[in-house]
């Protein structure tokens, strides 16, 4: 059964709009949540995470949106460039497992010039 | 290193051999994770370390899979009679204990059983 969900296996957005990728998690254990980007041929980067305790960080052109209630969290991305082009992985973690991380399946995300 | 080095980057083997596949962690990480990707599909948890003893291997998919880790540093992932549902990219991921959650990721080994 998986605990982290991305239901958006792709997007295309056009370069200089908002890009938003959302992912859904069942277990309520879980208390800090991470994306990352990955680009073929590489392993995955670390882009941006946000502790249960807060409802939103900041990156530059990256925001993450956790909405506890709801299960819920979202990237936005904006504007989007075509360099974002990668897919995108939301993951999570509980204090009970310490140090391991759930992946979601990832939403491939183009950009389109 | 610089990074995480995991090696051979592709692995081709013929289904029923043993494959060993490496992974060189950060210098002075504590912490390795072994992940696989099958085709289309996410992240798998397979197995963690901390120093050289493994806490969880609950990922594991059956006793095939083994994993090891010496000195704190290299570990080798192990398939034995390899199956073609274990053909997947292999990633090698480490992380201080003082930044918890900064997993470094390895770019993988491609295992393809045939």
């Known amino acids: 059964d998986q605990q982290v969900k991305q239901n958006s296996p792709s997007l295309s957005v056009q370069e200089g709009r908002i890009s938003i990728l959302n992912c859904d998690y069942t277990?309520?254990?879980?208390?800090?949540f991470l994306w990352y980007k990955k680009y073929p041929a590489e392993g995955p980067t670390f882009l941006i995470s946000?502790?249960?305790?807060?409802d939103k960080n900041e990156d530059g052109r990256f925001t993450v949106f956790l909405n506890k209630s709801a299960k819920h969290l979202s990237l936005h991305i904006v504007p989007s460039q075509p360099g974002d082009s990668a897919v995108y992985f939301c993951a999570a973690s509980a204090k009970t497992s310490y140090d391991k991380v759930i992946f979601g399946p990832g939403t491939s995300l183009s950009v389109i010039p | 290193g610089a990074g995480v080095s995991q090696s051979p980057s592709n692995k081709v083997t013929e289904k029923g051999k043993d494959v060993e596949l490496r992974c060189d962690p950060i210098?002075?990480?504590?912490?390795l994770y072994w992940y696989r990707q099958s085709l289309g599909q996410g992240l798998e948890f397979l197995i963690y370390f901390q120093g050289n003893s493994a806490p969880d291997k609950s990922g594991l998919p059956s006793d095939r899979f083994s994993a090891e880790r010496t000195g704190g540093s290299v570990s080798t992932l192990t398939i034995q009679r390899t199956q073609q549902e274990d053909s997947a990219v292999y990633l090698c991921a480490s992380s201080s204990y003082l930044t918890e959650y900064g997993y470094t990721f390895g770019s993988g080994t491609r295992l393809t059983v045939v």
């Open positions: 946000i502790s249960s305790i807060k």
């Open positions: 277990n309520s254990m879980f208390d800090y």
């Open positions: 210098s002075g990480h504590t912490a």
